[in-house]
């Protein structure tokens, strides 16, 4: 068992794994050269969450009127054209959440005896990792070394016109006209926020459709809403080259359109912070594309080095970080490990409305050959979302035919985050629609719309109604 454990990076998958590690008795050694929290903390989930956050007061705003507010003078509440943002400010009040955030994770750290180490870490053999300064021998070693925005040659970003998402937060003013490269989920994210925010937008999508890796519905709802708030978006086109105009930018499509704007955001995918780092040297495996090839409990081809979080290719997500970070140490250390089960994630995209899902998608299921069928339910039916103005969103439950066993959900609507939870506690512990429908739920409740849909999958035995 291991005793000694060294962690480079100190992202979700980094610092979980050193409390883990703490409370099984082993001595931690964590090493971060950009500050505790990594990407997720400094430089993308909570800030880019938080600038979407400020942004969706803006829809909650402009809902008032229909709720009976008005100004004291009788009239209607201010328009979402007459809103104004102080770009500055709410990107300093990020930088304060980051910096609090950060602190409290070094808090963290300090209470359960882990030893910071500030620097870059490499391997020097599984068992030996240097920094600057120091080298340290360690029984297991775990990399959390994360990603970094991938760019284009002929996109390059400059951290002032063209840009990426780690640069958004130096900007004092609200880009006048921003051009998003890429309409996966960060860039379908930060479009939708900016529009609420107030700049004009177009979105570029290299597929035929908006977050083209989501439910059909869902990603066609997000489409229509973006359409209706005035964002242009352009589908089935790449960004051959964009460049700096001086007071703009200029981006050219592969069939030759160039859209002009003030601000270019450069949203194409990231890639692993890989190289450099002694793995290959060390035994660690690659893929081609650079990832620390890792198995179901976090283990890479080096005995004793585990790998956790967006260098891994797994799924960049800050959750699925922390479990892997928490399964291998779980694993290096002795304790019981349940392997990590890609089809138990849950995921949210934080557009507004937001869309969560958790479990096989549809198309899985088709493809797959089972037998399932789908309950829909519009939001709009509920009556809590009637009180709040909400008339946007659906819950989707995908149940087995013979068995009822809750196989998928989505839910698109107002934190449709916080709301996926109860199905995706039925997808990983294997519960039925008749498990989900027969618990209470508050009334009136948003919640109550999962009910009903769970519900109306009940008694599914007719194999002449299955879906495959």
């Known amino acids: ?26 001595e931690v050694t964590l090493i971060e050269r950009q500050g505790l929290g990594g990407n997720a903390v400094l430089t993308d989930v909570v800030p880019s969450k938080t600038v979407i956050a400020t942004a969706e007061w803006r829809t909650i705003a402009d809902r008032a009127p229909s709720l009976g507010i008005r100004d004291s003078d009788g009239s209607d509440t201010a328009e ?18 980051v910096l609090k955030q950060s602190f409290d994770i070094a808090q963290s750290m300090a209470k359960n005896d882990v030893q910071v180490v500030e620097g870059t870490g490499r391997l020097v053999g599984p068992t030996t990792v240097e920094t600057e300064n120091d080298t340290f021998e360690a029984d297991a070693v775990l990399l959390a070394l994360g990603a970094r925005p991938r760019t284009l040659p002929t ?21 006048q006209h921003l051009i ?8 379908a994210e930060f479009a939708g926020a900016y529009r609420l925010l107030g700049s004009e937008v177009t979105l570029i999508s290299s597929g035929d459709r908006v977050l083209s890796n989501q439910d059909p519905e869902a990603s066609a709802l997000i489409t229509e809403v973006f359409a209706t708030r005035g964002m242009k978006v352009v589908g089935g086109a790449r960004a051959s ?134 309950s829909r339910m519009d939001l709009a039916r509920n009556p809590r979302a009637k009180m709040l103005g909400i008339d946007q969103g659906f819950v989707k439950i995908f149940g087995h035919t013979v068995t009822g066993q809750v196989l998928g959900a989505v839910i698109v609507g107002s934190r449709a985050g916080e709301h996926i939870f109860p199905l995706s506690l039925a ?12 618990a209470f739920t508050v009334y009136p409740s948003l ?8 519900r109306r999958l009940h008694n599914m035995t007719d194999p002449q109604k299955a879906q495959v």
């Open 180 to 187: 998003v490269v890429g309409s996966g989920v960060t860039g």
């Open 241 to 374: 080259a964009a460049v700096s105009t001086g007071d703009g930018v200029k981006v050219t499509l592969s069939d030759g359109t160039v859209i002009e704007g003030s601000h270019c955001l450069m949203a194409v995918g990231s890639i692993p912070n890989t190289a450099d780092t002694g793995l290959e040297d060390a035994g660690v495996n690659l893929n081609k594309n650079g990832y620390i090839e890792v198995d179901r409990v976090s283990r890479t081809s080096a005995r004793g080095v585990y790998a956790a979080g967006d260098c891994t290719g797994v799924f960049p997500l800050a959750s699925v970080a922390a479990t892997q970070g928490r399964i291998a140490m779980a694993h290096a250390l002795g304790d019981a490990v349940s392997p990590l089960d890609l089809g138990h994630i849950s995921a949210n995209v934080f557009t507004t409305p937001e869309i969560a899902s958790v479990g096989a998608t549809e198309a899985q299921l088709k493809e797959r050959g089972i037998f399932y069928e789908v």
């Open 155 to 175: 996109c390059e970003p400059d951290g002032k016109r063209i840009l990426t998402w780690t640069q958004l937060y130096d900007l004092t003013e609200l880009p």
């Open 80 to 97: 979402f054209s007459e809103h104004s943002v102080d770009m500055a400010a709410v990107n300093e009040r990020i930088q304060k959440l």
């Open 1 to 26: 068992m291991a005793s000694r454990v060294v962690i480079i990076g100190g992202g979700p998958g980094g610092y979980e794994a050193a409390i883990v590690a703490r409370k099984q008795g082993a």
């Open 427 to 438: 997808v990983s512990q294997h519960l039925t629609v008749d498990h989900i429908a027969e």
């Open 447 to 454: 919640s109550g719309t999962i009910s009903e849909a769970a």
